[in-house]
């Protein structure tokens, strides 16, 4: 992957970056060639997460996970995140 820095010589495309940042779509276009801008996100790096939005699948695993007798979590910590999550079991 390759990695440009943006200078003081281009004020529009760091405006752009700036609004990608911010949740605004944006495409750039050359021709008919066409590229969107998004904010980038390192391998293991934060991820948003929305349990309204994401899948109920990728929502069970992770409450699976949270109470894996792996996890360094009491049984009252994990009874508290479940609680927050809205769940009372897991299947």
């Given amino acids: 992957m390759k990695t440009v820095n943006i200078t003081a010589d281009q004020p529009e495309l760091r405006k752009l970056v700036?609004?990608?940042c911010d949740g605004e779509p944006v495409i750039l276009a050359y021709g008919d060639k066409k590229v969107k801008l998004e904010p980038f996100v390192a391998v293991g790096g934060a991820v948003d997460l929305d349990l309204q939005e994401d899948s109920p699948e990728l929502e069970a695993e992770l409450l699976k996970a949270v109470?894996?007798?792996?996890?360094?979590y009491s049984r009252r910590d994990l009874d508290e995140i479940e609680e927050q999550v809205g769940h009372s079991e897991i299947e």
Wanted: no cysteine; glycine share 0%.
């Fill in 67 to 72: 109470r894996s007798p792996l996890t360094p």
């Fill in 18 to 20: 700036e609004q990608a």
